[in-house]
């Protein structure tokens, strides 16, 4: 069966501090990866999407960068932070050709000070 | 810009109550809407709906899409206090491969 790991759970930084989230994902070759930011009381925001290795795509202009460096290897990352960084990211992936139900990661909820 | 509305933002009810979710979508390529429920952390998925007017239903939760109006409806009967969470839907657009998500209405049910 797949699984989907994400971490760290939580995570406290200052503005300004470096980011690395990790997500991985088990049990599936080929997937299609995405990460999601949730404000709270707010619906999700696709940040970054993946068909491939080494292939994103960006949905909003912002300080914060993706990386594909295996298949089922997916990192979201920030050189600097912004206090509007803070919210809750999430991690999905899901099969390709067409297929659109997503599998979401337990996520990663980020507070920025 | 694919776009997707939920209403109402919030619910509150009674255990024992029925309820209805709303969903809007305007979408590009649209393929399917899906629904999904969010407690803690995690979305999980409840129901992909392709065609217009089959509904489909898992236990107490049953949901319908109407392809002319671009809307859905998600239904829980008889609600319990477990119910209680966030209900997410998305539009996919299957050009761009992926979700537009809606911001989601939260449902609590009071014993």
């Known amino acids: 069966s797949q699984t989907i790991h994400q971490w760290p759970a939580t995570l406290v930084q200052p503005v300004g501090s470096p980011l690395s989230l990790e997500c991985t994902v088990e049990?599936?070759?080929?997937?299609?990866l995405y990460w999601y930011r949730q404000a709270a009381g707010r619906g999700l925001q696709l940040l970054f999407y993946?068909?491939?290795?080494?292939?994103i795509s960006s949905e909003v202009p912002q300080n914060l960068s993706a990386s594909r460096p295996q298949d089922r290897q997916f990192i979201l990352s920030s050189k600097k932070l912004l206090l509007s960084d803070s919210g809750f990211y999430l991690c999905?992936?899901?099969?390709?050709?067409?297929?659109?139900?997503?599998?979401f990661g337990p996520g990663t909820r980020l507070t920025v000070l | 810009e694919d776009k997707v509305v939920q209403s109402p933002l919030s619910l509150v009810v009674h255990e024992g109550d029925t309820v209805t979710l709303n969903c809007s979508y305007e979408v590009t390529n649209f393929r399917s809407l899906l629904w999904y429920k969010q407690e803690k952390k995690a979305p999980t998925f409840l129901f992909m709906l392709?065609?217009?007017?089959i509904e489909k239903k898992s236990g107490r939760l049953s949901s319908i899409l109407d392809k002319k109006e671009l809307f859905s409806i998600l239904n829980i009967t008889a609600t319990q206090t477990g119910d209680s969470a966030v209900y997410l839907c998305a539009g996919h657009n299957t050009n761009a491969g992926k979700s537009t998500f809606g911001d989601g209405t939260t449902l609590t049910v009071k014993p």
């Open positions: 993946s068909v491939g290795i080494g292939q």
């Open positions: 999905a992936w899901s099969r390709i050709l067409g297929w659109v139900e997503q599998f």
């Open positions: 049990g599936t070759s080929n997937p299609n």
């Open positions: 392709t065609s217009s007017g």
